[in-house]
């Protein structure tokens, strides 16, 4: 077999063995070495100042210091059920003067509470979320078991985008 004729048939698999070769080192400049360090990411910015928002006949509003989210009120509408006659309807549950804990360093700040509302007790979870360039999120959930007196079982839960300034 003449020279040119094998030197025709080993091209093509050095081309295959030479796009294996920049492939492998197109992956290895992509990946990271483990000696850098991790790229510094901010905290979410949680700025001093009162926040609030209204919606119908719904609200919450809150006050942040010191990424401190204290002052928490809110009214929601909850959904009840009465066992006895099986009734559905609607009640009205707010809570004032509640702390909302420290936001951590995602912008993440949540509390569960315990609290008194036109003689029912419930409990439920406080949660705000500072974001980078989304806005300031804030989320209450209510939780009002029945018991012998009131056989009404009540829930609610309320999410809203706050504003900061006045209530809006």
């Given amino acids: 077999m003449p020279l040119s004729k094998r030197f025709l048939e080993l091209v093509p698999l050095a081309l295959l063995g030479l796009l294996l070769a920049a492939i492998a080192v197109a992956t290895a400049a992509a990946q990271p070495a483990s000696s ?14 009162r926040y609030g928002k209204v919606r119908g006949d719904e609200l919450i509003g809150f006050k942040v210091e010191d ?7 809110f009214n929601l509408r909850m959904e009840c059920h009465n066992s006895e006659t099986g009734e559905d ?4 549950f707010d ?3 509640l702390n909302g804990g420290r936001a951590n360093f995602s912008g993440h700040a949540q ?13 439920g979870l406080i949660e705000v ?3 980078r360039g989304r806005g300031v999120f804030a989320s209450v959930s209510v939780v009002a078991p029945g018991d012998i007196d009131t056989p009404e ?10 504003r900061r300034g006045p209530l809006s």
């Fill in 36 to 49: 850098e360090r991790p790229r510094y990411v901010r905290p979410a910015p949680a700025l001093d100042g």
């Fill in 95 to 97: 809570g004032h003067n």
């Fill in 153 to 162: 079982d009540c829930n609610g839960f309320l999410a809203m985008k706050m």
């Fill in 111 to 123: 509390r569960e509470y315990d609290a008194e509302s036109n003689l029912r007790q419930g409990s």
């Fill in 129 to 131: 979320d500072f974001t």
């Fill in 89 to 92: 309807y609607v009640r009205y």
């Fill in 67 to 73: 990424r401190k989210v204290t002052g928490f009120f």
